[in-house]
């Protein structure tokens, strides 16, 4: 139904930036919520940024006060990465979840295939 295409990822120095893009093609529903994840080298994938159809953002620990999340439209999502360090060296994949209807609870959920970020001087 939804397929998620990452782009932006690259080799950067510690202190600089990055921007990544997610856009999203397919069936969008009206309620939902695009974010990003990330799995570095032997760790577990966890949380980076997500942000909700009505513009709530959530961040993961680790990133907060040096990442920003934001929508240029229904389809189109940005991680603004600024800070970096070696730890932030990871696979980051983008995520979309969507409800199936208004008053359901289920819901429906795609990766994209990941964009790489190198963080090293």
């Known amino acids: 139904q939804v397929q998620l295409a990452e782009s932006g990822g690259g080799l950067v120095q510690p202190g600089g930036s990055l921007r990544l893009s997610c856009a999203a093609s397919?069936?969008?529903?009206?309620?939902?919520?695009m974010g990003w994840y990330r799995q570095a080298p032997g760790k577990a994938r966890e949380l980076v940024a997500v942000?909700?159809?009505?513009?709530?953002a959530d961040y993961g620990e680790s990133v907060k006060g040096r990442f920003t999340i934001s929508r240029a439209d229904a389809n189109t999502v940005y991680l603004q990465m600024n800070s970096l360090n070696v730890e932030d060296t990871a696979v980051y994949y983008c995520?979309?979840?969507?409800?199936?209807?208004?008053?359901?609870?289920?819901?429906?959920?795609?990766w994209g295939q990941g964009t790489l970020v190198t963080v090293s001087s």
């Open positions: 995520n979309y979840k969507g409800r199936l209807g208004v008053m359901a609870t289920e819901y429906r959920e795609q």
């Open positions: 397919g069936r969008i529903r009206s309620i939902n919520s």
């Open positions: 942000i909700t159809s009505v513009g709530s």
